[in-house]
């Protein structure tokens, strides 16, 4: 049985109170729990008929590769996210996914989908809601990436990340740990890895949030959120709305 407290129920339980169907019915998407190394990719781009995961432990980022070989990070997973749940929706993957460290996933058929969704409908509708929470997350990185300046796309990401985490219980005001290295950084933000480092500097030096040894630390909460402008309201994780 899947645990009430894991980080794929606690995020859905932001949006619907669920019943004891809900819960029975995601414990059947864990049925397959595998585990992977970090590098590992997950999800191949421009593959047929990709299964789906559920990321139980860990970290992965979602990609695509351009044909000069560079990289665009779409964004990063969590525990509760899933990973390539487009893949097993439409007829080729449009992304690539890769483990950032070695992780725990449960893997997801399309046929586990759709007999949940007719099992337990209002989960289906909780499942709908976290899809559209990372479509708004994906509209503010295209906002970072079109008018924010580099230490305000920096502040925002590590602000959503922490919310994020927070959510699923592994981050809260003071920080969180973050396996990211700054190429990551670089390849979410559209910068290189030398002005990520100028841009963690700068932000270290104005006692805004500090970036070290896997370890992000908010100096200044409140003066950060003001920064960057960061408004949790897009991912809609105050509580339940349907109960």
């Not at 809900?22 to 864990?30: M, S």
């Not at 997801?108 to 990372?134: C, E, H, K, N, Q």
Request: net charge negative; charged share 25%; hydrophobic share 45%.
């Amino acid at each position: 049985m899947l645990p009430a407290n894991s980080p794929l129920t606690r995020k859905l339980s932001a949006f619907v109170t669920l019943s004891d169907v809900d819960v029975e019915t995601l414990a059947r998407f864990h049925q397959r729990r595998r585990t992977f190394l970090s590098g590992h990719e997950m999800i191949n781009h421009g593959e047929r008929n990709q299964s789906a995961f559920i990321l139980a432990k860990g970290w992965a980022f979602s990609y695509k590769i351009l044909p000069n070989g560079e990289r665009q990070i779409v964004d990063f997973q969590i525990p509760g996210d899933f990973l390539g749940l487009r893949s097993i929706l439409f007829r080729t993957a449009d992304h690539s996914v890769e483990a950032v460290t070695d992780i725990e996933a449960s893997e997801v058929l399309a046929s586990d989908i759709f007999d949940g969704f007719s099992r337990a409908p209002r989960l289906a509708t909780a499942v709908l809601w976290a899809a559209s929470r990372d479509e708004a997350m994906v509209v503010e990185h295209l906002v970072n990436l079109g008018r924010r300046s580099a230490e305000e796309r920096m502040a925002h990401l590590l602000l959503e990340l922490g919310a994020r985490l927070k959510l699923v219980g592994g981050g809260d005001r003071t920080g969180f740990d973050c396996p990211l290295t700054q190429y990551h950084l670089a390849d979410a933000l559209g910068l290189s890895a030398v002005h990520v480092n100028r841009v963690l500097r700068l932000l270290r030096e104005e006692g805004l949030v500090t970036f070290r040894k896997g370890r992000v630390v908010f100096d200044n909460f409140e003066r950060l959120k003001e920064f960057a402008c960061f408004d949790t309201e897009y991912l809609d994780q105050e509580g339940p709305l349907l109960r």
